[in-house]
């Protein structure tokens, strides 16, 4: 049985969407592949199985190759693939509503209105010819990737926006079972909070990298230092950590139509075969099955049963 729930069209070859207006870099690369899906639902897995095929995801993911080593496993399921300037560009969206990626309704609510929908293009305009370029085509070691994208949740509700610059864009949407959702969701917050108690203080040089990467977080500091009140969220329960898992992957669901391209797969269904996995994935990113690279992305998925893999045909 096939690993995917969903996949149509299968990706054909990329066409150039053009080389005017202000990302006209990214118009004269072929349609990005976008990774969608709730936080923690195998995102991660999944981009750091692109990358082994050769797929351009995030320019941290090219320094942290070491001898061709796969990273930790910690690296594999904490955010990883998780490109910055992606990532700050879709918080600085929902920022506008005062709405973030766990608290998101504000701006579900507003983001259709067309005042508000057309200062968030002109915001992804304005990333796609400054920062997206700087802090992510730049980085890439040769003249340009010939396969590329992102991965980052947020994407799942800002995806609108994204397709008004990348229309041509095929999405691939990882899901998981909302449960082992929620679960991650609550080790990860515990293992957060752990870390936070025990870890040693910043040197200046890592407080200046976090202000840059989070500036959220920045915000709420300088408004303590000023004296000004920042609202403290109650924990979040299992009923609302089930509830924006549902928001999430109904979001992604409305794409299931994306000409495209749109393919819907199970995070379960990668570990139980993980080679299988690899081959619809690669199909549906355009890599060249013959280049060698489907086991090198196998071998990335965390099979934690016990079971061999089976050998790729």
Known sequence: MSPSSTAIPKHT??????SNGPNAR???????????????????????????LGVYMDPEMLDSEVS????????????????VAFRLANEAVMRRANAD?????????????PAFAKGCNQLLNIAASTSLQS??????????????????????????????????????????????????????DIEVAAAAAQAPLPSSLERLRNALTHPAVL??????????????RAPMKHSDWLHLTEIYVDECLKYVGHLPGY???????????????????????????ASGKL???????????????????
């Open 13 to 18: 070859n990329p066409v150039p969407q053009g």
């Open 26 to 52: 990214f118009n004269r690369l072929s349609p990005p592949l976008i990774v969608i899906g709730m936080h923690r639902s195998g995102t991660s897995m999944v981009v750091g199985m692109l990358h082994k």
């Open 68 to 83: 061709g080593q796969l990273q930790s496993e910690r690296s594999r399921t904490d955010g990883y693939g998780e490109a």
């Open 101 to 113: 990626w766990q608290y998101p309704e504000q701006f579900l609510e507003r983001r259709d209105l």
């Open 135 to 188: 802090d992510y085509l730049d980085k890439y070691p040769g003249r340009a990737p010939q396969l590329w994208g992102w991965k980052d949740p947020r994407t799942s509700l800002t995806l609108p926006y994204w397709l008004k610059l990348f229309p041509e864009a095929r999405l691939l949407h990882v899901r998981r079972d909302p449960e082992a959702v929620i679960k991650s969701l609550q080790k990860r």
């Open 219 to 232: 915000a709420d500091a300088v408004k303590r230092r000023l004296g000004i009140p920042v609202a403290v």
């Open 263 to 289: 393919l819907e797969i199970n995070y379960e269904a990668i570990l139980r075969d993980p080679n299988g996995s690899t081959r619809l994935i690669a199909e549906f990113a355009g890599v060249d099955l």
């Open 295 to 313: 086991d090198k992305a196998a071998s990335f998925v965390m099979v934690d049963r016990g079971a061999p893999r089976q050998p790729t045909p």
